[in-house]
Protein backbone atom coordinates (compact mmCIF):
# COMPACT_ATOMS: atom_id res chain seq x y z
CA UNK A 1 0.00 0.00 0.00
CA UNK A 2 1.62 3.25 -1.25
CA UNK A 3 1.79 6.20 2.19
CA UNK A 4 -0.88 8.53 1.18
CA UNK A 5 0.20 10.56 4.04
CA UNK A 6 1.10 14.61 3.23
CA UNK A 7 4.50 14.42 2.63
CA UNK A 8 6.81 17.91 4.76
CA UNK A 9 10.09 18.04 3.57
CA UNK A 10 12.79 18.31 6.29
CA UNK A 11 15.81 19.93 4.42
CA UNK A 12 19.47 20.10 6.57
CA UNK A 13 22.26 22.23 5.40
CA UNK A 14 26.03 21.87 5.19
CA UNK A 15 28.21 20.04 8.26
CA UNK A 16 24.65 19.32 9.55
CA UNK A 17 25.64 15.68 8.75
CA UNK A 18 28.54 15.71 11.43
CA UNK A 19 25.93 16.49 14.32
CA UNK A 20 27.34 14.48 17.03
CA UNK A 21 30.71 15.29 16.45
CA UNK A 22 30.73 18.48 15.40
CA UNK A 23 31.14 21.27 18.48
CA UNK A 24 29.07 19.44 20.84
CA UNK A 25 29.12 22.38 23.25
CA UNK A 26 26.95 24.11 20.72
CA UNK A 27 25.17 21.53 18.84
CA UNK A 28 24.76 19.03 21.58
CA UNK A 29 25.58 15.35 21.44
CA UNK A 30 22.64 13.70 19.23
CA UNK A 31 23.68 12.87 15.73
CA UNK A 32 21.65 14.04 12.76
CA UNK A 33 19.69 10.46 12.32
CA UNK A 34 18.59 11.22 16.10
CA UNK A 35 17.00 14.58 14.48
CA UNK A 36 15.56 13.15 12.03
CA UNK A 37 13.79 10.33 13.89
CA UNK A 38 12.44 12.72 16.07
CA UNK A 39 10.89 15.02 13.54
CA UNK A 40 9.14 11.83 12.26
CA UNK A 41 7.78 10.09 14.89
CA UNK A 42 6.33 13.59 15.78
CA UNK A 43 4.82 14.09 12.16
CA UNK A 44 3.75 10.70 12.34
CA UNK A 45 1.30 11.81 15.22
CA UNK A 46 0.06 14.16 13.02
CA UNK A 47 -0.65 11.62 10.20
CA UNK A 48 2.67 13.67 8.38
CA UNK A 49 5.28 11.98 6.66
CA UNK A 50 8.64 13.25 6.80
CA UNK A 51 11.01 13.17 3.49
CA UNK A 52 14.71 14.27 4.74
CA UNK A 53 17.22 15.02 2.44
CA UNK A 54 21.08 16.34 3.44
CA UNK A 55 23.61 18.57 1.16
CA UNK A 56 26.50 20.01 1.83
CA UNK A 57 25.85 21.69 -1.63
CA UNK A 58 23.63 24.73 -2.25
CA UNK A 59 22.44 23.88 -5.76
CA UNK A 60 21.05 20.32 -4.36
CA UNK A 61 19.48 22.25 -1.63
CA UNK A 62 17.62 24.70 -4.05
CA UNK A 63 16.86 21.58 -6.75
CA UNK A 64 15.23 19.70 -3.46
CA UNK A 65 13.39 22.65 -2.84
CA UNK A 66 12.02 22.70 -6.61
CA UNK A 67 11.28 18.89 -6.47
CA UNK A 68 8.73 19.46 -3.35
CA UNK A 69 6.92 21.84 -5.45
CA UNK A 70 3.14 21.04 -5.72
CA UNK A 71 4.18 17.58 -4.10
CA UNK A 72 5.05 18.00 -0.66
CA UNK A 73 2.97 20.13 1.77
CA UNK A 74 5.40 22.02 4.14
CA UNK A 75 8.87 21.94 4.53
CA UNK A 76 11.28 22.32 7.53
CA UNK A 77 14.71 23.90 6.83
CA UNK A 78 17.40 23.96 8.72
CA UNK A 79 19.93 25.60 6.30
CA UNK A 80 23.27 25.54 8.65
CA UNK A 81 25.63 28.37 7.44
CA UNK A 82 23.79 29.12 4.13
CA UNK A 83 20.70 31.27 6.56
CA UNK A 84 22.90 33.64 6.96
CA UNK A 85 23.84 34.19 2.27
CA UNK A 86 22.26 32.02 0.36
CA UNK A 87 20.01 34.34 -1.62
CA UNK A 88 18.99 31.34 -4.10
CA UNK A 89 17.51 29.24 -1.47
CA UNK A 90 15.85 32.37 0.08
CA UNK A 91 14.28 32.45 -3.64
CA UNK A 92 13.66 28.63 -4.21
CA UNK A 93 11.66 28.56 -0.94
CA UNK A 94 9.26 32.00 -2.22
CA UNK A 95 8.83 30.04 -5.17
CA UNK A 96 7.34 27.04 -2.31
CA UNK A 97 3.06 27.35 -2.14
CA UNK A 98 3.01 25.72 0.95
CA UNK A 99 4.29 26.74 4.83
CA UNK A 100 8.12 26.57 5.54
CA UNK A 101 9.21 26.46 8.62
CA UNK A 102 13.31 27.89 9.25
CA UNK A 103 14.94 25.96 12.28
CA UNK A 104 18.20 26.06 14.18
CA UNK A 105 19.33 24.27 16.90
CA UNK A 106 21.59 26.85 18.38
CA UNK A 107 20.19 30.56 19.26
CA UNK A 108 22.19 31.92 16.08
CA UNK A 109 21.40 35.63 17.74
CA UNK A 110 23.38 34.82 20.40
CA UNK A 111 26.27 34.42 18.43
CA UNK A 112 28.51 35.87 16.57
CA UNK A 113 27.29 38.74 14.64
CA UNK A 114 27.46 37.80 11.44
CA UNK A 115 24.66 34.74 12.22
CA UNK A 116 22.33 37.50 13.42
CA UNK A 117 21.08 37.98 9.73
CA UNK A 118 19.14 35.39 8.15
CA UNK A 119 17.96 35.45 4.61
CA UNK A 120 15.83 32.87 4.75
CA UNK A 121 13.31 34.09 7.73
CA UNK A 122 11.59 37.18 5.19
CA UNK A 123 10.22 33.97 3.10
CA UNK A 124 9.54 31.21 6.45
CA UNK A 125 6.24 31.26 8.22
CA UNK A 126 8.20 30.94 11.02
CA UNK A 127 11.16 30.65 13.33
CA UNK A 128 12.10 28.08 15.80
CA UNK A 129 15.97 28.83 16.94
CA UNK A 130 17.70 27.86 20.21
CA UNK A 131 15.78 24.33 21.88
CA UNK A 132 18.70 22.54 20.87
CA UNK A 133 16.42 18.85 19.63
CA UNK A 134 13.57 19.46 20.58
CA UNK A 135 13.77 22.16 18.13
CA UNK A 136 12.98 19.11 15.65
CA UNK A 137 9.72 18.19 17.98
CA UNK A 138 8.63 21.59 18.09
CA UNK A 139 8.79 22.26 13.66
CA UNK A 140 6.67 19.70 13.23
CA UNK A 141 4.17 20.44 15.80
CA UNK A 142 4.56 23.77 14.01
CA UNK A 143 3.73 22.51 10.50
CA UNK A 144 1.00 20.60 11.67
CA UNK A 145 -0.97 23.41 13.45
CA UNK A 146 0.03 25.56 9.81
CA UNK A 147 -1.62 22.62 7.64
CA UNK A 148 -4.77 23.06 10.33
CA UNK A 149 -3.98 19.21 11.45
CA UNK A 150 -4.16 20.14 15.15
CA UNK A 151 -6.69 19.81 17.16
C1 LIG B 1 22.74 26.35 12.68
C2 LIG B 1 23.23 27.77 12.97
C3 LIG B 1 24.10 28.29 11.84
O1 LIG B 1 24.58 29.60 12.15
C4 LIG B 1 25.30 27.38 11.65
O2 LIG B 1 26.08 27.84 10.55
C5 LIG B 1 24.93 25.97 11.50
C6 LIG B 1 23.89 25.42 12.36
C7 LIG B 1 21.98 25.75 13.89
O3 LIG B 1 21.27 24.75 13.69
O4 LIG B 1 22.12 26.24 15.01
O5 LIG B 1 25.55 25.22 10.74
O6 LIG B 1 21.85 26.40 11.59
Redesign the pocket.
Known amino acids: MTDQRPIVLLLS????NLLGDRQPEV?GDATLDDHVATARATAGAHGLAVEHRQSNHEGELVEAIHGARGRCAAIVV????F??YAWSIHDALAAFDGPVVEL???N?NAREPW?HTSVIAPVASGTITGFGGAGYRLALDAVADLLGRTP
Open positions: GPNLYNPGATHHLSPR
